[in-house]
């Protein structure tokens, strides 16, 4: 059913709900799981792929670390980095590449929050026609 499976992380804490989640059911479904973060500091959204900075490599380093965590659960997966505004690029990942499922977590916010933090998560899941699982970090 979840042959592919694209898990967006924002490289906080709240990634952890979401990794635990997807790494249960991709031993289920015998997925194969791609972890995308969107760097979206000053360097990132000016320069691309051809950013150099603390956050890029501290970006790459921890998208690493989540790979291998799954792999070494014997959990096939690939890690990408995108760059810009998260949520045109997880859209724009999702249309050029497919997945059957994109697993996301979320902060939690109301409006107010919302208006401040942003709305990746909403803009990305009206925006698709694949299946969005949210799942609220704690």
Not at 34 to 54: I, N
Not at 70 to 82: N, Q, R, T
Request: charged residues 20%; hydrophobic residues 45%; neutral net charge.
């Amino acid at each position: 059913m979840y042959n592919k499976i694209l898990v967006t992380l924002d490289t906080t804490p709240t990634d952890r709900a979401i990794i635990d989640h997807i790494k249960a059911l991709a031993m289920i479904m015998h997925s194969q799981v791609v972890l995308l973060h969107v760097a979206d500091g000053w360097a990132a959204r000016m320069y691309g792929a051809d950013a150099v900075s603390p956050e890029v490599t501290e970006d790459r380093a921890y998208l690493g670390k989540i790979q291998a965590e799954f792999k070494a659960d014997g959990i096939p997966a690939e890690a990408a980095l995108a760059y810009g505004d998260p949520a045109k690029e997880i859209i724009k990942w999702i249309r050029d590449k497919g997945c059957d499922l994109v697993a996301m977590s979320t902060h939690g916010h109301r409006f107010v929050g919302d208006l401040f933090l942003g709305t990746t998560a909403p803009k990305v899941q009206h925006s698709v026609s694949v299946p969005v699982l949210l799942l609220r970090a704690k």
